[in-house]
């Protein structure tokens, strides 16, 4: 049994799934509630590929992501006000338990990244296929503009 082939992307039909989703606001699911801190990342996160070509556990995993994103920022700023090394009761310098929070939550973030395909490689080399793919999709999406779709009909 072969794979259905993934439609061109200069197709009518690739044109067509991208133009359905172009007004479609991408939202976190309802079981991964998220943060005010979040948001922010959540909207640069959705905005990597088109809304066409989300699904819902990517979704799922760009949330968790955000979320992780964020503990990781307001984590590093405590840690920049502390310093990576503190004071024990006796006096002597130790690691502060919090670079090793840092250090896992970046592990976290670079975990969710690689599955959802955002790395450098992902994006630009190893799977020039799929590259290719996203950026004609967002070109499209981004020229499907409310008021601009007139000429796409006809």
């Known amino acids: 049994m072969t794979k259905p082939r993934k439609p061109r992307t200069d197709?009518?039909?690739?044109?067509?799934?991208?133009f359905a989703g172009a007004d479609t606001e991408i939202a976190p699911p309802d079981h991964v509630p998220m943060t005010d801190a979040a948001w922010p990342f959540w909207h640069s996160v959705t905005g990597?590929?088109?809304?066409a070509d989300w699904t819902p556990h990517a979704l799922e995993v760009a949330a968790l992501m955000c979320l992780d994103m964020a503990a990781l920022e307001?984590?590093?700023?405590?840690?920049?006000?502390?310093g990576s090394v503190l004071t024990n009761s006796a006096g002597n310098p130790i690691m502060n338990p919090r670079?090793?929070?840092?250090?896992?939550?970046?592990?976290?973030?670079l975990a969710c990244r690689r599955s959802l395909g955002l790395t450098a490689r992902a994006k630009a080399g190893g799977t020039q296929k799929v590259a290719h793919q996203r950026a004609a999709n967002l070109a499209i999406q981004q020229r499907l503009r409310p008021g601009d779709r007139s000429d796409l009909l006809a």
């Open 11 to 18: 197709s009518t039909d690739n044109i067509l799934r991208v």
């Open 48 to 51: 990597e590929f088109a809304a």
């Open 74 to 82: 307001a984590e590093q700023r405590t840690l920049r006000d502390e």
């Open 99 to 109: 670079v090793r929070i840092v250090a896992g939550l970046i592990s976290r973030v």
